[in-house]
């Protein structure tokens, strides 16, 4: 009896040990791992972060080539958007190694992540934009906060309320969707406590607004940096309180409409996690930041 008792009280302990030692941290390092990272949140992000992680993966191929302690797996990175806000909450409910957010984080995500780190990558502005054949575009450079809040907020309903040599045509406002860090910088920087009218067009996408820009001359809306850059012979972007959208400015924080563009985890880095952080921040990362329009962290 008692040696029956002594096998089970092994085994149980052997499938004890086994199940503890199942069951890893973030030490991507061992045969759990099976060579995907994940990120989601930021939709101004992830264009960046997936072409790094493209061109990471043509370099490397396997993760025994970035590091000999990682296994012979090819390299993966799933990169999904969905707004700042989802960028914390994938972290919260640990379903990402990664979120991406265009925003500082909050006071409650910053508590509710377990063992909260974050890393800097750069720096965006909102530019606020219009069409290049709006009629506001060719009378103004410069706008200032309370011109644009009666703008964004339902005192303007027509360009020619705002100034009578404006068109008459209805403004049309294109804003970031309520889940988006876009959303909270404008309405902290620019809004306060007015409510962007119920009116405007929450757009899920940087791009996608962009893009709606410059398919209607009667629209307004705030674009990030790095996405106007790229469109600058297209639309229009107003200095603000007499501040330009600029590089340096931007930097030196005399720019009000700025914001971070972070990574958040959990807890200490993985080797794979570590590894690819460190590509990020390399050479070659931050030259893919500033071809996306960004400021790269110093």
């Not at 993966?57 to 970035?66: C, L, P, R, S």
């Not at 590091?67 to 990169?79: F, H, K």
């Not at 996408?205 to 790095?226: F, H, K, Q, T």
């Not at 330009?244 to 914001?259: F, K, Q």
Request: proline letters at 3%.
């Amino acid at each position: 009896m008692q040696r029956k008792i002594f096998i089970i009280i092994a085994i149980s302990t052997l499938f004890g040990l086994l199940m503890f030692g199942g069951c890893g941290g973030n030490d991507t390092g061992e045969t759990s791992f099976d060579g995907v990272l994940s990120f989601t949140g930021s939709s101004t992000l992830a264009p960046t972060i997936s072409q790094i992680a493209d061109t990471f993966k043509n370099e490397y191929g396997t993760w025994d080539q970035v590091d000999d302690s990682l296994p012979e797996t090819d390299i993966q990175i799933n990169v999904s958007t969905g707004g700042s806000g989802v960028g914390a909450k994938g972290v919260i409910e640990g379903t990402v190694h990664f979120g991406m957010l265009a925003r500082d984080a909050r006071d409650e995500e910053i508590e509710e992540i377990d063992d909260f780190r974050e890393s800097k990558l750069g720096m965006d502005a909102l530019m606020v934009a219009v069409h290049k054949d709006n009629t506001l575009a060719q009378k103004r450079i410069d706008l200032n906060t309370e011109e644009i809040r009666s703008i964004f907020s339902d005192e303007i309903k027509f360009w020619n309320e705002f100034d009578p040599d404006l068109s008459d045509g209805e403004v049309i406002l294109l804003v970031r969707d309520v889940g988006g860090g876009a959303h909270g910088v404008f309405q902290d920087a620019i809004m306060g406590d007015v409510e962007v009218s119920a009116d405007a067009i929450e757009v899920p996408s940087m791009p996608g607004l962009v893009e709606r820009l410059i398919d209607n001359p009667l629209s307004i809306g705030y674009a990030s940096y790095g996405v106007a850059d790229q469109h600058r012979e297209e639309i229009t972007a107003f200095k603000v309180d007499g501040i330009e959208p600029s590089a340096e400015n931007i930097l030196e924080g005399t720019y009000s409409i700025a914001r971070p563009l972070i990574l958040v985890r959990s807890g200490d880095l993985s080797p794979a996690e570590e590894a690819f952080l460190d590509y990020i921040k390399s050479e070659k990362g931050t030259e893919i930041l500033r071809e996306m329009g960004f400021l790269p962290s110093s």
